[in-house]
């Protein structure tokens, strides 16, 4: 019996599908299904009945998984033993930013990693729920993103506290007549949000709920760019950090207001538990940590620093 096809029939009866486990081992479905239909032909036996939605295990595909867990979970703790053995960071960590701290975090990341020579990083790009998914699915291995939800299989570091602001155009801001924005008056504005895919919007229907507010949704768009294009044009108002608003800011195109009270929320750096023992990731967790530092420290980021530099 081959590893590899004890491993592809562990995944996909975790996962109850062949796409989902393919994507977990980061493999062609063709080749996943080849594996279980080897090893099937092996024992003899049919492990899974296929349906429209994935699969079910048949009696023995469940008898054959319940042999092999503890197994499965042993080499797992083997390989995550054997990495934090390594002394100098090396291998590709893929690292999931949300679109404003990929713009102005990702580079800083990427330049600073530069000491490790056989470190490589891989970035990509998306809104919270996509992040979710891929931190589900084990196709990244750090993430800094908002407020992220609570899981088993994940290390949760809260790097920046980080008010939230009305951002408008200058004349709009200046209609309002306030140095800050009641929080109780919000449901009085016309409003441009991102979707609930976003954490921000997330958060805003979870305010909304428990002050007994019915939000104006002017549009709703996906896109932080488009949303500043819009409330530039004087047809809304937005919620938003300064880290994502600090140009339109300084060229004067947008301005903003505190909330009264204050609003907020936290960024944090996200890995995966069973990789907390690995040396590339630590490393990247801390020139992470190190470059949210340097950034709030420079001014560029606001808000209160929740974990020391390392």
């Known amino acids: 019996m081959k590893f590899e096809d004890l491993e592809a029939f562990y ?50 595909g469940q008898a054959l998984l319940d042999k092999s867990d503890g197994l499965m979970h042993e080499l797992e703790s083997i390989e995550s033993f054997g990495r934090g053995l390594s002394v100098e960071p090396a291998g590709k960590i893929v690292v999931a930013f949300t679109p404003t701290s990929g713009q102005i975090l990702g580079p800083l990341v990427l ?128 919620i938003f950090c300064y880290a994502g608003l600090y140009e339109e800011i300084r060229a004067g195109t947008l301005k903003t207001i505190p909330f009264s009270p204050a609003l907020a929320w936290t960024f944090c750096l996200v890995s995966l538990k069973e990789s907390r023992n690995s040396a590339a990731v630590r490393a990247v967790r801390e020139t992470i940590i190190s470059q949210v530092h340097q950034l709030v420290d420079g001014g560029l980021w606001q808000g209160t620093l929740l974990v020391k530099q390392r």
Do not use: C
């Open 11 to 60: 995944e996909v009866a975790k996962h109850q599908s062949f796409s989902k486990a393919a994507a977990s081992l980061r493999t062609a479905q063709s080749a996943l299904s080849r594996r279980v239909a080897r090893l099937e032909h092996q024992f003899g036996l049919k492990l899974f009945n296929r349906h429209g939605r994935g699969v079910r295990m048949t009696a023995e």
């Open 111 to 238: 330049q600073a990693i530069q000491k490790y020579p056989k470190l490589t990083l891989e970035l990509k790009e998306g809104f919270t729920g996509a992040i979710h998914d891929w931190l589900s699915r084990g196709l990244i291995d750090v993430a800094v993103l908002y407020d992220p939800e609570r899981a088993a299989g994940l290390d949760i570091l809260p790097l920046l506290r980080e008010p939230l602001l009305l951002a408008g155009a200058p004349h709009m801001i200046a209609a309002l007549r306030h140095k800050s924005y009641p929080v109780k008056e919000l449901d009085r504005l016309p409003l441009v949000l991102p979707s609930r895919s976003h954490s921000l919007r997330r958060l805003l229907d979870r305010l909304a709920d428990q002050k007994k507010l019915k939000l104006q949704l002017r549009n709703q768009v996906d896109g932080m760019r488009t949303i500043k294009g819009i409330v530039e044009a004087g047809l809304g108002y937005t």
